[in-house]
């Protein structure tokens, strides 16, 4: 019996030994899985810092969609896309004396390679940022011009000629990251504006009486 005892004793301090290295190795696990963690929190902020900064860096850059290419290399290479925005800024959006007053730094094609299938939007970096400002806010009026004698021509009995919807579309230039989530997000805001709601999308946050992400945009109720 006290051999039984003495070899019973022996394997409850060879099991909590056992026991004890188990939970050592198990609270070691843990610390690394928490450094991990920590360091991949840390990772996705400085990402999003540097996703921040290249947005800074665009914030005097905007898109401009519908412009038709040339059809030959020749043609495409002299094309002089400052000129194609300016004419634009003049002539549809009516800014008095747009050569003169507009100061664009470049503008360009954004993608290296013509498709015949598609037609690659321009992409402006402008001197100023108040002329991007009047850029931008003179394309929206001329969008809810638009709308608002759509609805009116809707809205009345007979036949009459439909408005012309702008052929130019011009939009903010963002990280693709962003253009990414906002993309995500423009669903919902178009959604939440048929449904009579004021929404409006701001950088990458979606507001509808409150703030939405991409993350949580599905608890809106719009999906």
């Known amino acids: 019996m006290e051999t039984s005892k003495a070899f019973d004793s022996q394997i409850s301090d060879d099991l909590q030994t056992k026991q004890n290295e188990l939970e050592k190795s198990l609270k070691a696990e843990r610390d690394r899985v928490s450094k991990l963690q920590q360091d991949i929190n840390s990772l996705k902020s400085v990402s999003e810092d540097v996703t921040y900064l290249k947005s800074r860096s665009m914030r005097d850059n905007l898109l401009f969609f519908g412009f038709d290419e040339c059809k030959t290399p020749q043609e495409r290479?002299?094309?002089?896309?400052?000129?194609?925005?300016?004419?634009?800024?003049?002539?549809?959006?009516?800014?008095?004396?747009?050569q003169a007053a507009i100061k664009i730094e470049r503008a360009h094609r954004l993608g290296y390679r013509y498709d015949r299938n598609k037609t690659r939007p321009i992409v402006v970096k402008f001197n100023h940022y108040p002329d991007k400002v009047l850029v931008k806010q003179k394309a929206h009026e001329a969008l809810q011009s638009f709308l608002s004698a759509k609805n009116a021509s809707s809205n009345q009995t007979g036949a009459s000629a439909s408005p012309t919807r702008p052929k130019?579309?011009?939009?903010?230039?963002?990280?693709?990251i962003i253009q990414d989530r906002r993309k995500a997000l423009i669903p919902?805001?178009?959604?939440?504006?048929?449904?009579?709601?004021?929404?409006?999308?701001s950088y990458d946050k979606l507001?509808?009486?409150?703030?939405?992400?991409?993350?949580?945009?599905?608890?809106?109720?719009y999906s």
């Open 207 to 221: 507001y509808i009486n409150t703030m939405y992400t991409v993350e949580n945009v599905a608890s809106a109720g």
């Open 77 to 98: 290479n002299a094309e002089n896309c400052t000129d194609l925005i300016l004419d634009y800024c003049k002539e549809t959006l009516k800014i008095p004396d747009a």
């Open 188 to 201: 919902i805001l178009v959604k939440a504006k048929e449904g009579g709601k004021k929404a409006y999308l």
């Open 168 to 176: 130019i579309r011009v939009s903010e230039k963002f990280p693709k």
